[in-house]
């Protein structure tokens, strides 16, 4: 005789689980065809579906990854100095967050120092920071970033790795604490890349470095 199975969903009889295709269900829409193996869904293991129930299921998990908010992203954040504003993110603006200075500042015309920025953070998994200034900085403070865009990668998230600013003194300054200097931005990381070694490329040569015109 036959093994009958037995739906724990809607509690189907089963004789040949083979022909009823039940599958084995995962959360990322992927599935195997087999007998009535384990699946996973919302913690559950070692369930049973009939192929009616299996296609709801699967329905009902794709609908919720649809809608699942994934536009938010927490980022800790440790004060260092009580006298920076605390950080905020305003939806309808900017992409960009402001970053102000931690310290008073005089520079002379020529002159280079790392601002403090009053934080240390920590940010969420697979992700990177990019810092740059703010688009009157030049023109209100007389600096320059001394490395164009910074970057801080995930891992200078300990309680004493303080975000700074690069200043570069084009005129003599003064920046006061408080004062908005940069900006920053989270970016995901890139994928994984490979590098493939070739003879020719097969694409038409744009002529080199410079040549898309001046204008």
């Known amino acids: 005789m ?33 007998c009535a193996v384990a699946i996973t869904f919302d913690g559950w293991k070692g369930i049973q579906l009939c192929n ?18 994934t536009s938010r992203q927490t980022i800790k954040v440790k004060y260092l100095s009580d006298k920076v504003k605390k950080l905020d993110y305003v939806e309808g603006k900017s992409d960009w ?22 934080i240390a953070m920590q940010l969420p998994a697979g992700y990177e920071a990019h810092v740059i ?17 910074g970057l801080i990668d995930e891992s200078y998230c300990g309680d004493t790795d303080e975000w700074c600013f690069p200043a570069f003194a084009i005129r003599d300054t003064e920046i006061h604490v408080g004062d908005r200097i940069c900006q920053f931005r989270i970016m995901e990381h890139q994928p ?24």
Request: glycine share 12%; net charge positive; hydrophobic share 30%.
């Open 192 to 215: 994984k890349l490979m590098f493939e070694q070739v003879e020719e490329l097969g694409n038409t040569a744009r002529g080199g470095f410079g040549t898309t015109g001046k204008n």
């Open 133 to 149: 200034p703010r688009s009157s900085t030049f023109k209100n403070f007389g600096v320059i970033q001394g490395n164009s865009m």
């Open 52 to 69: 009616d129930c299996y296609h709801g299921l699967r329905a009902i998990a794709c609908r919720a990854e649809r809608f699942k908010d």
């Open 2 to 34: 036959a093994k009958v199975y037995v739906c724990d969903s809607c509690g189907r009889m089963i004789k040949d689980p083979y022909n009823c295709k039940m599958k084995e269900f995962r959360l990322d829409g992927g599935y195997e065809s087999g």
């Open 97 to 118: 967050i402001d970053l102000s200075a931690a310290e008073e500042v005089k520079l002379k015309r020529g002159e280079f120092k790392l601002i403090r920025l009053g």
